[in-house]
């Protein structure tokens, strides 16, 4: 439904999409972007209707053959011209992340970075496509493998990493030859329509990146469409299992990355005054808002969690939270008043269920924004299995402090979670750090490092409910995930020979 007359909302205040190359206008359903700090509304974005998504697809679909045959080295010479433009612009797109998601400047910045560490990755794109190749397999025969690209692909990106996630897919997608269309989150869609600019400017031809806002009926069409062959999500666990089961009953290839419940594991003979300064970043960087985030810390022996919990108190009470603007500020508001009335439940459900809060964060405003979106910081201590403050993804600056009595008792929670995204163990102990990265149910392991994120030569998921689907983001994977092997056996008679006809399975000749 378009606005109606009476709250019209003029067309240039309001984000659109980027398709063939070119801004196209849009008021469509528009849905407000916030500044969380503020509370107030910015701008607005359209919702692309089925038809607008099908039109991106249509343009990504014809630009394919013409992107599948450019070699992949000019292919990479775009992809270092696109680096070099994004660090050009890396303060405005930062400045539009503070915007539009409230995190502090400084990890905009470092998010922004590590997507640009993806595009690092993808300009060495013809090292990665050169294929297998071994001759003589038999007399005169030879084989190879290619890794060929799939055609059009679709990602599409949760709020919190509004530059990052996004450049976890498309840059090594399009490196690999297929045409892309991207439905970013509609909370912050401005850093990825700046980088489609960029793209464009950087040379990339018409149709191969584009970019549709929009909500459930731009996904639906992007899961439906069987022009799309694969599609990488990255988000909540309820929808990433929607996506992987729709897209892939619907032939497609699907990589779904969900939630998570991220513990650390504090030993006894760890380095407490470190292991705290870790959490401290950890647990309410980007306030709390990262899927590796440190959300529950397991302190194996009483004397460890009373320890741990009294620094964390001492700690907590000089972070300082307000604007992201701010270069003083540690920790800046939730994204949205729904979430952040989500988080703020999730803390009055601990007290109820019985844990301690030692820290409570929900009376916090900060002067002169009283209508930002802004949680203190909450700790709870003996915090317990059954509880649901455990048990659930909070997705703020909430810290559960859980006891236990042993490396292994800490290790079985962590393997009986629903998720299985990162951990991370603090110790000087090597072979409890070695026996936990060996046994843990975990998909990215830290030892005495907290966010233990992959840089981008390697891949990026979870295992369990963090994950559906058998590849993981970015990195060696990622080549594998956007290419799909072709094998060829080749024999050129020579000399005259003519063959008889043979009828048995060719074997070992
Ligand atoms: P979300 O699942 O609400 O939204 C993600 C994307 O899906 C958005 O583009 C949104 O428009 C779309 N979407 C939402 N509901 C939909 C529906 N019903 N049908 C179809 N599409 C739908 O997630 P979010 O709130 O934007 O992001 C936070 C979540 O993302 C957290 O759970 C966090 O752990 C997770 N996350 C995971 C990783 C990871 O690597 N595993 C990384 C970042 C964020």
């Known amino acids: 439904m378009n606005a109606t007359p009476a709250n019209k909302i003029e067309p240039a205040e309001i984000v659109g999409h980027f398709i063939n190359n070119r801004d196209v206008a849009d008021d469509n359903r528009p849905a407000p972007i916030t500044n969380p700090a503020t ?131 498309y840059p090594m997608a399009i490196a690999c030859g297929n045409t892309f269309v991207l439905k970013p989150s509609e909370k912050d869609p401005t850093a990825p329509m700046l980088a489609a600019r960029l793209l464009k400017e950087a040379g990339l031809p018409d149709g191969v990146f584009n970019v549709v806002n929009g909500d459930k009926e731009a996904v639906d069409t992007l899961l439906g469409d069987e022009r799309v062959q694969a599609i990488s999500f990255v988000g909540s666990t309820a929808v990433a299992e929607y996506i992987y089961n729709t897209g892939t009953s619907n032939g497609k290839r699907v990589q779904a990355l969900g939630g998570a419940k991220n513990h650390a594991i504090v ?30 810390a397991v302190c194996v022996g009483d004397e460890v969690a009373d320890s741990v919990v009294s620094k964390l108190k001492a700690q907590i009470a000089n972070l300082k939270v307000g604007t992201g603007t701010d270069s003083a500020t540690h920790m800046g508001p939730l994204i949205t008043r729904a979430h952040h009335d989500k988080v703020r439940g999730y803390v009055d459900l601990g007290v109820e269920e ?52 042993s490396e292994e008792q800490a290790m079985q929670l962590i393997n009986d979670h629903e998720y299985g995204n990162g951990t991370c163990i603090f110790t000087r102990d090597g072979e409890a750090a070695r026996y936990f990265a060996d046994n843990i149910q975990v998909g990215m392991v830290g030892i005495n490092v907290p ?49 008889k006809a043979q009828f048995s399975f060719p074997g070992r000749q």
Not at 285 to 294: D, F, L, N, Q, Y
Not at 378 to 401: H, K, S, W
Not at 472 to 483: E, K, L, N, Q, W
Request: charged share 20%.
């Open 451 to 499: 966010l233990p994120v992959p840089v981008a030569y390697h891949s990026f998921g979870g295992w369990k409910r963090s994950l559906f689907g058998d590849l993981f983001a970015y990195g060696p994977d990622s080549v594998r995930f956007y290419t799909r092997r072709k094998t060829i056996t080749q024999r050129w008679p020579s000399g005259g020979v003519r063959e």
């Open 267 to 296: 030993m006894p003979d760890a380095d407490i005054d470190n292991a705290v300064n870790a959490l401290m970043g950890a647990a309410f960087g980007s306030c709390g808002e990262r899927c590796m985030a440190i959300s529950v």
């Open 39 to 169: 509370g107030k509304t910015t701008r607005h974005v359209a919702m692309a209707s089925k038809a607008t998504v099908e039109s991106a697809i249509a343009a990504a679909q014809d630009a394919f053959p013409g992107w599948r045959n450019t070699p992949p080295a000019k292919r990479a010479r775009i992809m270092f011209r696109f680096k070099q433009l994004l660090e050009e612009h890396a303060e405005e797109i930062a400045a539009a992340i503070t915007d539009e998601h409230g995190k502090v400047l400084d990890d905009a910045m470092g998010e922004f970075g590590r997507g640009v560490e993806v595009v690092d990755y993808a300009c060495g794109i013809p090292e990665m496509l050169k294929g297998e190749f071994s001759r003589n397999v038999g007399p005169g025969i030879d084989s190879w493998s290619d890794f060929q690209p799939l055609g059009v692909v679709a990602g599409i990106t949760p709020f919190n990493f509004p530059a990052m996630v996004p450049m976890w897919m």
């Open 354 to 405: 019985g844990a301690t809060l030692a820290v409570d964060g929900r009376d916090l405003v900060v002067d002169g924004f009283e209508d930002g979106f802004f949680l203190g910081p909450c700790l709870f201590d003996n915090v317990t299995q059954a509880m649901r403050i455990y048990q659930e993804e909070i997705f703020g600056p909430v810290l559960c402090v859980v006891r236990a009595e």
